[in-house]
């Protein structure tokens, strides 16, 4: 028999906010994906098979949903005379009042979509690289390049240098595929 569904809340939550963060970045719209994940889990709560693990189900639910919205935030789109460059510097969190934890959303919010994805799935969901590859598509070979080169690409955001002659520590230390 499956656990009621405030315990399952309880018990999936963090990883699910996680891996929306991981997806959309902090604020307002991964708090919309999450709680959109669970009321879809709400919805299908009665007929789910009892044997089906949630927190899989559920990782994959939060990033259809965070992909919903990163549609939805596209649709709109506006004609440019030039596109303005892009700016690849990573923002002080003491210059915004923030700690470091939004900090590092933000650092994974801007990778390239497949290793945010990859890693957002695989680092923060727990989901293994093959189950991470239904989910995004390709092998599990290229998920799992992916997701390494988001780790990559975040180690070198977090060692630059934060101003103070002292790089920078990540708040969280991500899982490895050894552990």
Not at 30 to 57: G, K, N, S
Not at 63 to 72: L, P, S, T, V, Y
Not at 77 to 100: C, H, I, K
Not at 166 to 175: G, L, M, N
Request: with cysteine.
């Amino acid at each position: 028999m499956r656990e009621p569904f405030e315990q399952a809340v309880q018990r999936h939550g963090g990883t699910v906010l996680k891996v929306c963060r991981a997806v959309l970045g902090p604020g307002p719209d991964a708090d919309d994906a999450w709680q959109e994940t669970f009321l879809a889990a709400l919805r299908e709560w009665p007929d789910l098979d009892p044997t089906m693990p949630l927190e899989p189900w559920l990782v994959r639910v939060a990033g259809r949903k965070a992909i919903d919205i990163i549609r939805a935030r596209n649709r709109p789109a506006a004609p440019w005379g030039e596109l303005p460059e892009r700016q690849q510097t990573r923002r002080s969190a003491a210059a915004y009042g923030v700690d470091q934890a939004v900090e590092l959303w933000t650092a994974v919010a801007s990778l390239p979509e497949r290793q945010r994805l990859a890693v957002a799935y695989h680092y923060l969901g727990g989901l293994p690289h093959a189950d991470t590859a239904a989910v995004i598509g390709g092998s599990p070979a290229s998920v799992r390049r992916a997701s390494a080169d988001g780790v990559k690409a975040l180690r070198r955001i977090w060692a630059e240098d934060t101003g103070d002659g002292q790089p920078a520590t990540p708040p969280v230390r991500v899982r490895t595929e050894a552990e």
